[in-house]
């Protein structure tokens, strides 16, 4: 069965510089090839209630491509579109859409991977350009600004562990969508800050904003706030 490789390092003096190679490595090796010009709701698929135990009595026991094939086969036989198999196929077929909300140029579709050890929620920015950017996907993000900050600064002298996770991944009302000047459009997406490990505790809050132009193309992140936690 298919597990899902943390990527999610440490971020520090220290380890800053092996976090961006192993980061590069993996982001490289997982990217999704678009192939559909635009998407919309008709990527959503809702399993149905048996599904959990189909699957099981089905896919549980293979390996390898014919567990993915086995997933997708199961899609199919539910009614899933076209358009939804094409987009998990484009996620390495881990993922499918469970929802899907226009902002605009850009969609934003909400991805369920239920075969990962953790994060199994996820959220993909579409239509723009490039056409899928998964916001968890740190390439897109400004970490370097981040750790020039003097908020995350002190939150790392005091936690040297201190490490970039995502945030709520199951809440539709995130990202939230804003109009910016010139046509531009925003998406303002929240990250967690924990004491290292995915399960240890949360330290705190980032927040970047995603910058689209009026055209859709993709022109960067802006780090909005680092907010510790309450103590």
């Known amino acids: 069965m ?3 490789n943390n990527k999610y390092r440490a971020l520090n003096n220290k380890t800053a510089a092996l976090f961006f190679s192993i980061l590069l490595c993996a982001s490289a090796s997982a990217q999704v090839r678009p192939t559909i ?6 990527l959503v698929w809702t399993p149905p209630s048996d599904f959990r135990s189909t699957f099981d009595s089905r896919c549980r026991s293979l390996s390898g491509r014919a567990f993915l094939d086995c997933f997708l086969n199961l899609m199919r036989e539910d009614g899933a579109s076209s358009e939804a198999i094409r987009f998990t196929e484009m996620t390495d077929t881990t993922g499918y859409v469970r929802q899907f909300a226009c902002a605009g140029n850009v969609g934003i579709a909400y991805v369920d991977y239920p075969f990962r050890a953790n994060e199994n929620l996820g959220i993909i920015l579409v ?19 981040l750790k020039r ?14 490490s970039l996770w995502p945030g709520d991944r199951f809440n539709t009302s995130e990202p939230h969508a804003v109009s910016l000047k010139n046509g531009h459009e925003g998406f303002i997406v929240t990250y967690t800050i924990r004491n290292g490990c995915h399960a240890c505790e949360e330290i705190g809050t980032v927040r970047f904003e995603f910058v689209f132009g009026k055209e859709g193309r993709f022109m960067g992140t802006t780090l909005l706030r680092v907010i510790p936690s309450v103590r």
């Open 2 to 4: 298919p597990t899902h």
């Open 37 to 42: 010009a635009h998407f919309d709701t008709s």
């Open 127 to 145: 239509n723009g350009d490039p056409p899928m950017i998964d916001v968890d996907d740190f390439r897109y993000v400004d970490l370097e600004k």
């Open 149 to 162: 900050d003097s908020t995350y600064l002190k939150l790392v002298s005091r936690y040297p562990d201190a």
